[in-house]
């Protein structure tokens, strides 16, 4: 069975890059472009892995970070923004702070072959 992969993104040509780019890593992708598509699908997925973009119109990425928090999320989050370095670090802490397994950051404009090695890097097991 694939792994199952959710994203959050407004923009559905991001979207749809990142969806090829998880198929071409092994997972099937669930893009969602608002948040209570996003919520809903992941309580119904609990999927894999999770990347949430920062900037969107209805509700931010921090906020977002807090449900998954209140869900008890378990997959590895992946931050995927435009923002500033400063600000995706922010963000990488403070869900780690709400007891959330962070991988990455990813910056936009994002590289197929930076995502895909992402991915990769997320089946293996932790040296813990």
Not at 96 to 121: C, H, I, W, Y
């Amino acid at each position: 069975m694939l792994r199952q992969l959710l994203l959050i993104d407004d923009e559905p040509a991001f979207g749809r890059f990142i969806a090829h780019a998880a198929e071409v890593g092994g997972y099937s992708a669930h893009i969602t472009l608002s948040p209570e598509p996003f919520m809903q699908k992941y309580r119904e997925l609990r999927p894999d892995a999770v990347a949430v973009d920062l900037a969107m119109p209805q509700m931010d990425g921090v906020e977002l970070l807090r449900f998954l928090a209140e869900e008890n999320c378990a997959a590895p989050v992946i931050i995927v923004s435009g923002f500033d370095r400063r600000v995706l670090e922010s963000s990488m802490r403070l869900g780690t702070a709400l007891g959330l397994n962070m991988v990455g950051p990813v910056e936009k404009p994002v590289r197929l072959q930076d995502f895909l090695d992402l991915l990769g890097s997320l089946e293996r097991p932790s040296a813990a």
